[in-house]
């Protein structure tokens, strides 16, 4: 009989869809296990062939615990709010909404087609009025603790997509949705206080199994800094502050500079001298962005404020006061002290500007470069600090900035508040309204959702409002406090909201009461293994991390991380190793691998296709490669015998297979454990017969990587149920080990014969073995040996003059 993969796999589809055989049940009393993949942008180009990787891997952990015995939730749903679809509904003409209803249906039809395992009775969509309700409820919350407020400010402008962008958002200097590009502007945006949980964010990274790039790229984003704050006067009459990680160079400071736009330059107008020649300098700096203006690389630029200097307060020098770009008013204070002969950019600065150069670490040569590896040098140049340390002049000028109210000890982070307003249409709405009378007033909670209004035009305003701020009948309220006449917010949130927090509906997803019944949250939490790509690290990782601590701060959750385990899947390239892309030509569509070779075939490859944590390219020869294995674990039906034992021919492959296949799924190291299966194969046809024992385990260990196939054979076996309602095969590790072994013979290190000897032997038998060999002989002919090195399992060396 052939192998027709295409009415196996939809007969299997439908039967699991009519029977919900994937669905999670809500009896609490069995053992749980959450399993989640990042949910999609459902785009109008539909599936591509990277998708499918973390959703099969995952889908294998899933259904491997289904057979352990667990309470599997394994969901999927839809992040189908942003500008993309925006962005097309525009152009052609389209509401969003009606977009969104098409590529979701898109998108859900070649999911299924692969046969994942996930419980789409819990599916969820971002847009759903019955979903957001509940992410301008957390809003609410966070705005009524005091975490979410509305700030002029400094923003990240998309000049093509007409939106502010958070920090994260700008990639290379270029929007990280269309590349266009970014430059500064102040505007009035919506905050989210993530700040507030930056240390958390760091400490409780100890508390989770995250792969380890993960954490290092979280902590890096924060960026955890300890230093100390210290006030330099002016001659102005005020004082510059300054935070800076090494107080101990403060000797060494013979300049300062200021962000562009530092408000030390709006105040001081009236003194700056070249006040035209800074404003130009500052019309510059706006169009650049963070990345662009941080870069080490790039040429040190900027102007010095004439009429103004201030004074180091060790030594009571005036030192010159800069602006320059490469200074962020988000970091820190928005200005530095400038110490060029232990910092790489203040020496650049210094040799462009000609400014003074003064070493106080000794141990490098300032007058080639700048001695920024100087933690084990000693103070010089540094009056009360010479001589000592760089650890003990840290702690020295820290009591001194104190004892004399100059300065004082502070941690520091890199993080910035969020920014959490989009002047877009196709977003949810902020539940917020402005009163002349009362402030910023949030909506009734009774009154959520309130819902996206009805557009004919999605195109911001010029002047970068919202395309909500042109509908009256939307912008015009009463206040929900006095009554008077009140203002709705405009401005809608960015994509991530959504997703902040979708792993906690899918709890309970139909809810109409709360954002997910209690009792469920406490069963299901944490989430036991998230997989998701590393370009989310620093977006929605972090973004969700700080909403579930805040929610458990609030008593809504009883965890405080959200997910216990958090793993990363490389991308897929294409043959030639390049990203895939459609001006390259090089996308592989998944439609067209499944109707050609079937989902379990593409499932397979995916998984085979190299090391899951990495980047792996396309290659049509390796996917033909796994269609052939499958047909050959088809064809096993013709030399199946009866038997309810394994075969004594293959029981310790079998016994290996079971072993290597259960550890290498819990490792993500999917494709040796393809390898050991088709090893395993490899010994079921040299042995020339299996057992229906045999059979049925290897069907059970392949199933969750190819569930259609298995299914099938499963059945025509005539095995009791169905193959997703039995037991993960044990293993016997005693039979795990080879009956014999094959060691290596050599002759003063020098490889003369491989022999195979039972694996329990001693190493006199061993030394024996090796000295009735007949190639020994030869190569120790008319020789003395004089020392025996026997290795068990592995080599006897003699050593011979």
């Known amino acids: 009989m052939k192998y027709d993969f295409k009415a196996i796999e939809s007969k299997w589809q439908k039967i699991w869809e009519e029977k919900q055989t994937f669905r999670a049940e809500n009896d609490y009393s069995k053992p749980k296990y959450y399993a989640l993949v990042e949910f999609p942008y459902p785009s109008g180009q539909g599936l591509h062939v990277g998708h499918p990787r973390p959703y099969t891997a995952l889908d294998i952990v899933s259904r491997k615990r289904r057979l352990e015995g667990y309470n599997v939730l394994y969901p999927m749903g839809w992040d189908a709010f942003g500008l993309p679809t925006e962005n097309y509904a525009m152009k052609n003409h389209i509401h969003p909404e009606i977009v969104t209803a098409k ?216 030192i010159p006061i800069f602006i320059s770009d490469y200074v962020l008013m988000s970091y820190g204070t928005g200005a530095i002290m400038a110490v060029p002969a232990h910092d790489t950019r203040d020496y650049d600065f210094a040799k462009a500007f000609n400014l003074p150069i003064i070493e106080v670490v000794a141990g490098g040569d300032i007058e080639k470069e700048a001695f920024t590896d100087c933690a084990t040098g000693v103070m010089v140049n540094s009056g009360m600090l010479n001589g000592l340390s760089v650890e003990e002049a840290k702690k020295k000028i820290i009591a001194w900035l104190e004892e004399n109210g100059i300065g004082h000890p502070k941690v520091n982070f890199k993080l910035r508040d969020w920014v959490f307003s989009r002047q877009r249409y196709w977003g949810e709405p902020i539940p917020i309204v402005h009163c002349e009378k009362c402030g910023f007033v949030p909506v009734p909670e009774e009154e959520l959702p309130l819902m996206l209004p009805e557009l004919e035009s999605f195109e911001p305003t010029d002047d970068g409002q919202s395309p909500l701020s042109k509908l009256d009948s939307f912008v015009n309220t009463t206040c929900p406090c006095c009554g008077g006449p009140a203002k709705r917010e405009t401005d809608t949130m960015p994509q991530w909201a959504g997703s902040s927090w979708y792993f906690l509906r899918y709890c309970d997803p139909n809810n109409v009461s709360a954002l997910a019944a209690k009792e469920a949250l406490d069963y299901w939490l944490p989430v036991d293994w998230y997989n998701g790509g590393m370009e989310h690290t620093t977006l929605h990782l972090l973004y969700s991390r700080f909403w579930h601590k805040f929610l458990y701060d609030i008593g809504v959750v009883s965890c405080k991380e959200p997910y216990a385990k958090r793993t990363s899947h490389g991308m897929i390239l294409g043959e030639n190793g390049e990203k895939m892309s459609k001006s390259r030509g090089n996308v592989v569509n998944p439609d067209d691998v499944v109707n050609e070779y079937g989902a379990d075939t593409m499932r397979l490859y995916e998984m085979f296709i190299g090391d899951f944590e990495k980047a792996a390219p396309w290659k049509d020869t390796s996917l033909r490669g796994c269609k052939r294995f499958l047909d050959r674990v088809w064809n096993l039906q013709d030399i199946v015998c009866e038997g309810d034992a394994y075969s004594p021919k293959i029981e310790s492959s079998i016994h290996k297979t079971i072993k290597k296949v259960s550890e290498d799924i819990e490792n993500l190291k999917f494709n040796t454990a393809i390898a050991a299966m088709m090893a395993l194969l490899n010994d079921i046809q040299d042995a020339g017969s299996l057992t229906k024992a045999d059979y049925r385990t290897l069907l059970i260990l392949l199933n969750p990587f190819a569930p259609h196939i298995t299914e099938e054979l499963y059945e025509l076996q005539g095995f009791d149920g169905m193959l997703n309602e039995q037991a993960w095969p044990s293993y016997d590790e005693a039979k795990c080990k080879a009956a014999t072994v094959e060691i290596v013979l050599q002759v003063n290190g020098k490889i003369k014969a491989k022999v195979e000897v039972d694996a329990n032997a001693s190493k006199e038998e061993m030394a024996a073995l090796a000295k009735e060999n007949e190639k020994m002989q030869q190569a120790m002919e008319g020789k003395q040996i004089v020392k025996e090195i026997v290795v068990p399992g592995k080599l006897v060396n003699f050593v011979v003059r």
Request: glycine share 6%; with cysteine.
């Open 103 to 318: 590529n979701v249906a898109h998108f859900k039809e070649q999911i299924q087609s692969l046969g994942l395992s996930f419980d789409w009775s819990r599916e969820i969509n971002t847009t759903d009025p019955a979903y957001y309700k509940w992410t301008q409820w957390i809003f609410l919350q966070l705005f009524k603790h005091g975490l979410a407020y509305k700030s002029e400010m400094n923003v990240n402008w998309c000049t093509s997509c007409k939106v502010v962008l958070a920090n994260e958002e700008v990639v290379n200097g270029v929007c990280e949705r269309c590349g266009g590009e970014v430059v500064h502007k102040v505007k009035s945006q919506w905050m989210l206080k993530i700040t507030e949980y930056a240390q958390r964010l760091i400490d409780d990274l100890d508390d989770v199994d995250y792969i380890e790039r993960v954490k290092v790229s979280q902590k890096n984003w924060i960026g955890r800094s300890t230093g100390a704050e210290v006030n330099f006067k002016t001659t102005a009459g005020d004082t510059l502050t300054v935070y800076t990680t090494r107080p101990d160079t403060l000797f060494g400071a013979t300049y300062m500079v200021i962000s562009p736009e530092h408000p030390m330059i709006r105040e001081k107008a009236d003194l700056i001298k070249n006040m035209d020649e800074i404003s130009a300098y500052q019309e510059a700096a706006a169009k650049k962005s963070d990345f662009e203006r941080s870069e080490i690389a790039k040429d040190k630029t900027g102007v010095e404020i004439q009429g103004i200097r201030a004074i180091n307060p060790v030594n009571e020098k005036e």
